[in-house]
């Protein structure tokens, strides 16, 4: 790996720390020629602090250890990007992460449907809401037009029109899960099962 520490006059890169389950980026800090040595060496991201002066391993008081998984270089060969799995908080206030965020997985616009349908359980106007009136009627009902979804998702795959294979799918997903959060869990509990299969 090429980093070029001589671009900037202070011999530091920029080390950006993410977590390599969630994608969440951690924290930001900087590493010279040293750290970076002491990182691969130990597989705890270590730091050249600035306040300090010196080598800062992460989690050399707390125990809340970086531990390495995988670092990559960027376009320009002055900056990382350092994938770990932190041990507990990453921020020294206690913190996830040091923007004050938790570090949950997310699925992107999945979490945000997931949230929806939160929500809109939550609120229960059966007029203005689908997923309130379906709740409304319960889990067996829920389970029902899952099935039903499943079914015309086969049936459309035996065809050749792509659309309604696709709004099919979309359709499945959508009570799939409606039907989760009827059984108190979110799509991360079933990604923890596959996580758990996995060999």
């Known amino acids: 790996m090429n980093i070029d520490f001589n671009k900037n006059s202070d011999g530091l890169v920029p080390a950006i720390i993410q977590d390599a389950t969630t994608k969440n980026v951690l924290m930001l800090g900087y ?6 040595n002491a990182t691969q ?27 390495l998984v995988d670092i990559k270089l960027d376009c320009d060969n002055d900056t990382l990007l350092i994938q770990v799995n932190p041990v507990g908080p990453t921020c020294h206030k206690g913190s996830d ?18 949230e929806t349908i939160t929500n809109r359980i939550e609120d229960a106007d059966e007029s203005k809401s689908y997923v309130a009136s379906l709740f409304k009627k319960g889990i067996n009902k829920i389970a029902q037009k899952v099935g039903e979804e499943a079914v015309e998702v086969v049936i459309e795959a035996k065809d050749n029109n792509d659309d309604l294979f696709l709004n099919e799918s979309a359709d499945l997903l959508f009570h799939y899960l409606m039907l989760l959060q009827a059984k108190g869990f979110k799509l991360n509990d079933v990604v923890d099962v596959l996580k758990g299969r996995e060999k």
């Open 97 to 114: 992460t040091c923007w004050n965020e938790g570090n949950d997985n997310s699925y992107g616009f999945i979490t945000k449907l997931e």
């Open 31 to 36: 590493m010279n020629q040293d750290a970076f």
């Open 41 to 67: 060496e130990t597989n705890k991201v270590t730091f050249f602090s600035r306040t300090k002066n010196r080598l800062w391993t992460k989690g050399e008081e707390s125990g809340n250890f970086l531990n």
